[in-house]
């Protein structure tokens, strides 16, 4: 069998996929943001939020794992077994997966504040969650 062609992905539909991964794995407060005009190592930070460390790499492990499948490899980043924070570098995109702690410490949000946020996707999940549970 052939091996698998990977999908030609534009920079910002790799950013929106990365937020939609970790979403998949029940990320918190998910941010596209647009550093490309900021600064030269990337074109986009998406930033996101586990509950614990357990989940901060059970995050980063899926994303990684789904786009290995498509052909795409981090090029760098920290490992895998952070209780804080795990970064991701898929080259223009950079996933970044903080403890809320070390989010709220290191406030990329604030510190990247004039770059303009993506709207990836509308925020589902939780309206899927409450009409579950009221069944």
Not at 56 to 80: C, D, F, H
């Amino acid at each position: 069998m052939p091996p698998k062609k990977s999908k030609q992905w534009s920079t910002l539909q790799l950013a929106k996929e990365i937020a939609r991964l970790a979403d998949d794995k029940l990320a918190d407060d998910i941010v596209v943001l647009d550093v490309g005009q900021a600064i030269q190592v990337a074109d986009y930070f998406v930033i996101a939020s586990g509950k614990n460390g357990r989940h901060i790499n059970s995050v980063a492990e899926s994303v990684a794992s789904e786009l290995k499948k498509e052909g795409i490899y981090r090029i760098a980043g920290t490992p895998m077994h952070d209780e804080n924070w795990v970064l991701l570098d898929f080259g223009p995109v950079v996933l970044h997966v903080f403890s809320p702690k070390s989010r709220g410490y290191y406030d990329l949000e604030n510190l990247w504040g004039d770059c303009r946020r993506i709207r990836w996707q509308a925020p589902v999940r939780k309206a899927k969650t409450a009409a579950a549970d009221a069944k």
